[in-house]
């Protein structure tokens, strides 16, 4: 029986290496970003950004039921302000996102937390702006990195990759007749809000998020107190960005050199 597992995983992970293709989901920008991703044909573009669709109807309706969707209305304003000059400015990298139906709104929440779900669905938590107090220019680093990472399908490169792992149980579950049925909402929710980014994936999305700062008239510069002033807001805890956003002394280095890169953009804005 074993031989005959082993044997049916190895051709399972066969297929799923054959749905899978190498692309490029970005123009480089000044800051070079270039690496090409690995994506699976069985995780589509389409499907996931449709299932984020409806996993953000649902913490939508949730905080509205809470008294919490977009309130206070001031602080709502500046992040929609703030993110919609970013919006303006991702054709930089991806001309096919400026037509993506993106949506921003704020959550009332105690968490110091920020996200973009594929497909350019924003949610900014009071937390971050309460906690942090970012200026414009540290809001909009981070709204450019987060923004970042739905441009180069992050998301839908770290769910091609649990799948790549996965597929060894998913055919015992098929052999020995156990329920495993696929659940991409599930899938999703865990990339977005619990595995941590791989260190690649977070200094793209440094990087790209400094140059569309910088393109908005954001001075880039604010990325490297931004995320010093994350990695000091919890005391002796960690405030929940960081917790799938890690940070390092190596971060802020390369920071700085991205953010010296497209500052002639930003001051030619000035």
């Not at 002796?236 to 050199?257: F, K, N, W």
Request: hydrophobic share 40%; aromatic share 4%; proline share 3%.
């Amino acid at each position: 029986m074993s031989r005959i597992i082993r044997s049916l995983s190895v051709i399972g992970l066969s297929v799923w290496l054959a749905a899978c293709a190498q692309v490029q989901t970005t123009q480089s920008g000044l800051v070079g970003v270039n690496r090409t991703q690995t994506m699976s044909s069985l995780v589509s573009e389409a499907e996931l950004n449709q299932q984020a669709e409806t996993e953000y109807r649902k913490i939508l309706s949730q905080a509205k039921a809470q008294g919490a969707l977009d309130t206070p209305a001031a602080q709502t304003q500046r992040v929609q302000t703030i993110s919609r000059k970013l919006i303006a400015q991702v054709g930089t990298f991806r001309p096919d996102a400026r037509n993506w139906a993106w949506e921003i709104h704020v959550l009332k929440s105690g968490e110091v937390n920020a996200w973009c779900m594929p497909g350019g669905k924003i949610a900014v938590y009071t937390g971050l702006l309460d906690k942090i107090q970012p200026t414009d220019a540290e809001l909009a680093a981070v709204l450019g990195h987060e923004i970042s990472h739905a441009l180069r399908e992050h998301a839908r490169e770290q769910v091609s990759r649990q799948m790549a792992a996965g597929i060894g149980l998913s055919v015992l579950s098929a052999i020995t007749g156990s329920q495993a049925v696929s659940d991409l909402g599930s899938s999703l929710t865990n990339v977005m809000f619990t595995l941590p980014n791989s260190r690649s994936n977070e200094t793209e999305a440094d990087r790209m998020g400094v140059e569309l700062a910088a393109r908005a008239g954001y001075d880039p510069r604010a990325a490297i107190t931004l995320w010093q002033k994350m990695e000091k807001a919890g005391g002796g805890g960690q405030p929940e960005i960081l917790s799938t956003h890690p940070s390092s002394q190596s971060r802020i280095a390369d920071l700085q050199q991205a953010s010296q890169i497209v500052l002639p953009l930003y001051q030619g804005k000035k």
